[in-house]
């Protein structure tokens, strides 16, 4: 019997998930962040889940995507995109600034499509794989290892967010180098993670150099970064680099746009990484040939998939750039999505980013999870989760009743609610 594996219904739950006070150079996160969960149902009735961006943009591009969905077979992957170029965006929605939920470049009408696509691709790739009782991996080609490793993801935190208002965690603060040395320590006890990565660009450079290095000498000969999110002019980050050549695997976006990364590139030695101004196709080749990267921090949720990550990997391994996994605010259904493209990377030689610890809530009915900072390559058919339909319900009511502002992320409105003076801070800031 031939199984009808056409797409019978989409479903899309906006869903409001609590995220604690973390701080970056915008601001600090709010205490709910939005994200969007796709189901796509094929006629004979397998279920396939995607998780992508939830802010009120993605969400307007999704709907009428959703539409022209159904009908399509599940397996037409390719054709994701063509549907995608069908869809108006909104051009108000693109302000061609950089784009302050993500922190991930300059905002355009083709990043939001694609943004969207990898919401519905990973469902497809989720639905097809338990229609064939494969694991997504293998429908990528296969895994290539069993487990794949990630790095503890530390941020200069408050132990609550502003008013009292959100959920309460049990990190506590961290705001200076002893503070970010006990929050690896936990995240070391709990996960087992042996790399650490510091979100920077909240405090002047000398502060979170002092906290690198305490990190260094608590943890010595671990993998350690600093991201702060092009925060530095070419100058504070040479000065950055020079400081902490010794410990650091690599630095993160210190300077903002190719130009200026080449620029700091050109004068250390320190290695390079960027989730900023690589962040499309076509922004490979200028990055590429004037050496202003070395490592490409690829995320599937803007990339546009996991096959566009197999295709960024292809590149970065032709031009011996390394490349490792970025990650924004998600829930366990991206985390798996990351493990299996992850798992069919070759040469992946640094721990992935994954803000999941920093998750409380989730709408699996099984969290995954870290076991000597590494999370197991899933080989049950899909992606290998089950959504919990009763935390989705009540995380999507969540986003129904919401009239704090939280549909939209916006750190600096999060960091106006504690200081009503606070604008964007402009770049360099140092
Ligand atoms: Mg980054």
Known sequence: MIRDLSIAEVRLTPILVADPPLLNTQGIHQPYTPRLIVEVVTADGTTGVGETYGDAKYLELA??????LVGHPVSDLNGLFELAD??????SRVTGQVDVGGLRGVQTAEKLRLSVVSGFEVACLDALGKALGLPVHALLGGKVRSEVEYSAYLFYKWAEHPNGNGEK???GAALDPAGIVEQARTFKDRYGFTSFKLKGGVFPPDEEIAAIRALAAAFPGHPLRLDPNGAWSVETSLKVAEELRDVLEYLEDPALGTPAMAE????????????????TFAEVQEAFTTGAVQVVL???????????????AA???????????????????SLAAMTHVASTVPGLHHACDSHYPWQSEDVLTERPTF???????????????ELDRERLAALHRRWLDDDGGFRDRDDAAAMRTADSDWVTPSTPRW
């Open 63 to 68: 709907r009428p995507f959703a539409d022209r």
């Open 86 to 91: 069908r869809v108006t965006v909104d051009a």
């Open 169 to 171: 965690d049990d990190w």
């Open 264 to 279: 700091v590139a050109a004068r250390t030695g320190v290695p390079l990484a960027t989730n900023m101004c690589v962040t």
């Open 298 to 312: 690829s995320d599937h949720h803007y990339w546009g998939g996991l096959r566009n990550t197999q295709r960024l």
């Open 315 to 333: 590149i970065c391994r032709t031009f011996g750039v390394g490349v490792s996994m970025h990650s924004n605010t998600h829930l366990g259904i």
């Open 371 to 385: 076991t000597d900072g590494k999370v197991t390559v899933s080989d049950a058919p899909g992606l290998g989760v």
